[in-house]
């Protein structure tokens, strides 16, 4: 089963669209083709970004991430440190320099993203797109 790291963008749009190809990535992760992790950093950001617009559907997102079958990963020390040495080296934003040290620490190969910040990453994590992550599930 391939493991892909989730940035927090499409967390959000895998747990408020109804509609392909979230759903068919949904499936693929409940079905267990594949294991879908995401950083406790996501928390926060979803928090902020989906609080400032709506409480409630920030609210609502929140408890569908937390009971789904995406794994969040806790920001160990190690996985701090990484970030910090992605922060320092490529000038990643801090909350994406946690999100992809949080896959390079558990060994993940690939960050489904559509933000440019990770491009630089490539040989450490992968940012692939929908298209590519539901390649995976198969």
Do not use: C
């Not at 594949?34 to 989906?50: H, Q, Y």
């Not at 559907?57 to 569908?64: A, D, E, G, L, N």
């Not at 934003?93 to 559509?114: F, K, Q, W, Y």
Request: glycine share 4%.
């Amino acid at each position: 089963m391939n493991t892909i790291l989730i940035d927090t963008m499409y967390i959000e749009a895998l747990l408020s669209k109804d509609e392909p190809p979230y759903t068919d990535f949904a499936d693929a992760i409940d079905n267990r083709k594949i294991l879908g992790i995401s950083s406790t950093v996501s928390l926060t950001e979803l928090i902020k970004n989906l609080g400032m617009k709506d409480a409630n559907r920030m609210q609502t997102t929140i408890m569908q991430l937390k009971s789904s079958e995406i794994i969040l990963v806790n920001v160990t020390q190690k996985i701090a440190a990484q970030a910090g040495e992605l922060r320092l080296r490529y000038d990643i934003p801090t909350v994406d320099s946690l999100i992809a040290a949080t896959g390079i620490v558990e060994n993940v190969g690939h960050i489904l993203t559509d933000d440019d910040h990770f491009d630089p990453l490539v040989n450490l994590i992968k940012p692939i797109d929908m298209k590519k992550a539901l390649k995976l599930a198969r």
